[in-house]
T-cell receptor, first 112, second 110 residues
């Protein structure tokens, strides 16, 4: 089944404790992206990657890091999480035309 | 950058009635306008899209219209059903960037 998977689905952590949210797609898509969803703000792009080893900042990159060492994986790293990073996070992937984006199920993060 | 505004933020309709959601965008270079539906506990899923060289597109009970001059586009859902209850997002794409509206929570009353 073609899909985007994210882990973990739910995470509670404390300020300053490094964490990684994994994202994997099995559709051989070149393009992958991370979004955060907050009430009243819709989805805002954090980082995106056009292919292996090619990443760029989105609208809200502060406090986040990403890497793209393999085509199928695009982990999101929070080196020192803060409470304002409490949010619902989505990973998405897209084929070469970068139009139809397939979203993962989401990761709900709470930073205390 | 691109700014997408979406209205209304909530919409309650009687089953069988129509629902309309409107979005405006700021960057005239945007050329692709998708609509996503997000059900509770799930990721957004594409339901229909339209490109800048097309004025209207239909798929069964849903349709999207685009007015490039006015820089606005709309989603129309006819004969609404309970399964249409969800959050709907519009978006506008320019280059490698997809900017989303804030979302509309649609509730279909039985």
């Amino acid at each position: 089944e073609a899909q985007v998977t994210q882990n973990p689905r739910y995470l509670i952590t404390v300020t300053g404790k490094k964490l990684t949210v994994t994202c994997s797609q099995n559709m051989n898509h070149e393009y992958m992206s991370w979004y955060r969803q907050d009430p009243g703000l819709g989805l805002r792009q954090i980082y995106y990657s056009m292919n292996v080893e090619v990443t760029d900042k989105g609208d809200v990159p502060e406090g986040y890091k990403v890497s793209r060492k393999e085509k199928r994986n695009f982990p999101l790293i929070l080196e020192s999480p803060s409470p304002n990073q409490t949010s619902l996070y989505f990973c998405a992937s897209s084929s070469g035309n970068w139009e139809t984006q397939y979203f993962g199920p989401g990761t709900r993060l709470l930073v205390l | 950058g691109e700014n997408v505004e979406q209205h209304p933020s909530t919409l309650s309709v009687q089953e069988g009635d129509s629902a309309v959601i409107k979005c405006t965008y700021s960057d005239s270079a945007s050329n692709y306008f998708p609509w996503y539906k997000q059900e509770l506990g799930k990721g957004p899923q594409l339901i229909i899209d339209i490109r800048s060289n097309v004025g209207e597109k239909k798929d069964q009970r849903i349709a999207v219209t685009l007015n490039k001059t006015a820089k606005h586009f709309s989603l129309h859902i006819t004969e609404t059903q309970p399964e249409d209850s969800a959050v709907y997002f519009c978006a506008a794409k320019y280059d490698y960037k997809l900017s989303f509206g804030a979302g509309t929570t649609v509730t279909v009353r039985a």
